[in-house]
């Protein structure tokens, strides 16, 4: 199945289809005119597809090197793109050349960063494979670096060419890194869509899902496409994609790039922020348990017992949402459809404390 992603000075498809790595020669080839390739990876992707998409890239008449990053959240980072960019200008990479993302959001991510500040930006494609980066990361083009500040404080909105999604490589991934895409998948139900959450209520279980993984990677990029599509630079309608992150950010950092994962950072930030909502009587009472009771049976946490108050207090002011003293928060109306709301930071500090 291919989704077009229309926007006002790109345009680019994204092609989600079980199997489809075993052509991704003939899919760059058709993309891109015969050119130099980086391969951005990390070592665990590598040693899994990396061999695999390298010859069958070469094999379609492109010059190919790749560059493999230690696997993890620590490697989105200035320094990892420093090392690439000095990688890319070795290889004499010139502003006709491509970068290739193959690996979950972290490699996207920063991949995505090098590809739009190398030489002022060159050529990117999107292989993810994860599933957090087949449902969010691949599609809609924000790319990013954590600082010791602040998660995805650095980074840059800049579309892929295009973007290949095989389902099939989500049978290598650790359970952990299945539960935390559930989490994203969860969070477009739960902000957009009563069909994806009564499709997420019929599965018993991760295998289960797993067992439609294509069916549910095609619902959540066609959210995702019609959410960036209108919003492309994030400044009303794809605010809502960050449901549950001010807080999950917050954890991710708090814990340490890496310990808690992006995925369940954003399960406990969405049942919180949803348990602030309710009590200020903000969201009708009840919608938490029912968030709360599909990621348990996904197996995602819902709480977190080491708050450090002040590193979180502090991501507060760095999140992006954050405007003169208060943040814009996204609540839920009813499970399906979410709404903006502003808050003081005062009040949600002091939500927090309690
Ligand atoms: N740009 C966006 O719109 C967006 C959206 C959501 C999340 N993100 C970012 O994405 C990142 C999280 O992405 P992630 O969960 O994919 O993490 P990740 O990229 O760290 O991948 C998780 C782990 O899975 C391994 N892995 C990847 N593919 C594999 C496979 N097929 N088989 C076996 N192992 C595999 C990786 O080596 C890594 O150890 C965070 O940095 C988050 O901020 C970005
Ligand atoms: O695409 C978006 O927009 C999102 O907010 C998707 C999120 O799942 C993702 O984690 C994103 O990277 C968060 O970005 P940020 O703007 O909060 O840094
Ligand atoms: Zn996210």
């Known amino acids: 199945m291919k989704i077009q992603l229309t926007l006002p000075h790109h345009a680019y498809q994204l092609w989600i289809e079980t199997g489809a790595l075993s052509q991704v020669g003939t899919w760059v080839k058709s993309l891109w005119t015969p050119q130099q390739i980086v391969v951005i990876t990390d070592d665990t992707v590598n040693d899994l597809y990396g061999d695999q998409v390298v010859q069958a890239i070469e094999k379609a008449g492109f010059k190919v090197s790749l560059y493999a990053i230690p696997a993890g959240e620590q490697s989105k980072s200035l320094a990892s793109a420093e090392k690439i960019y000095q990688f890319m200008a070795e290889q004499g990479m010139t502003r006709k050349d491509g970068v290739i993302a193959l690996g979950g959001g972290v490699v996207g991510d920063l991949a995505g960063f090098i590809a739009s500040t190398y030489m002022r930006g060159i050529h990117f494609l999107q292989i993810p494979t994860t599933l957090l980066a087949q449902v969010d990361s691949s599609v809609g083009g924000k790319t990013a670096v954590n600082t010791a500040t602040a998660k995805n404080l650095v980074g840059t909105f800049a579309q892929p060419d ?46 289960d899902l797993l067992a439609h993984a294509t069916e549910v990677i095609a619902a959540c990029c066609t959210i995702k496409k019609e959410v960036v599509q209108q919003d492309e630079l994030d400044t009303g309608e794809r605010l809502q994609l960050n449901f549950g992150h001010t807080i999950g950010h917050a954890l991710e950092q708090n814990a340490g790039y890496g310990v808690v994962t992006h995925g369940e950072g954003v399960a406990i930030g969405m049942v919180q922020i949803s348990q602030i909502a309710e009590q200020k009587q903000e969201m009708p009472q009840g919608t938490t348990q029912l968030l709360k009771e599909m990621l348990e049976k996904f197996h ?39 709404k903006l709301k502003k808050m003081p930071i005062e009040e949600m500090k002091d939500y927090l404390k309690k």
């Open 162 to 207: 295009g973007v290949l999604i095989d389902s099939n490589t989500l049978q290598t991934l650790e359970p952990r890194r299945v539960r935390e895409g559930i989490a994203e998948i969860v969070k477009y139900a739960a902000i957009k869509s009563t069909d994806l959450w009564q499709l997420l209520d019929s599965f018993l279980d991760e295998a």
């Open 300 to 338: 995602l946490p819902t709480d977190y017992a080491d708050w450090n108050e002040a590193t979180l207090f502090e991501a507060l002011s760095h999140d992006k949402k954050t405007n003169g003293g208060s943040i814009r928060i996204i609540l839920l109306e009813k499970i399906g459809q979410a």
